[in-house]
């Protein structure tokens, strides 16, 4: 059975972004390029939103992998969707 810890890994690093470039206030704190008449600093922060998804959506299918892995090496039951034993 392979291991799940690239696995975890790649969720590690999914999260990142989605985390720090939020907090990198000095990255978008301008007002040029202006789009459609809103200043760089609030259209940035909308288009972080739906990039944020998908990186949180990806990293909770990677870990859905993961975990599925894990309960495998382990010999424990798979999960159905609603995460009960089959």
């Given amino acids: 059975m392979p291991s799940s810890r690239p696995l975890w890994i790649i969720v590690g690093i999914l999260l990142i972004p989605p985390i720090v470039v939020p907090l990198l206030v000095g990255l978008y704190d301008k007002d040029d390029?202006?789009?459609?008449?809103?200043?760089?600093?609030?259209?940035?922060?909308?288009?972080?939103?739906?990039?944020?998804?998908a990186f949180t959506v990806t990293a909770y299918y990677v870990a859905k992998e993961a975990v599925r892995r894990d309960r495998a090496a382990r010999g424990l039951p798979e999960l159905d969707s609603k995460g009960e034993r089959r």
């Fill in 33 to 53: 390029p202006r789009l459609w008449g809103f200043p760089f600093y609030y259209w940035f922060q909308f288009l972080l939103i739906p990039c944020a998804a």
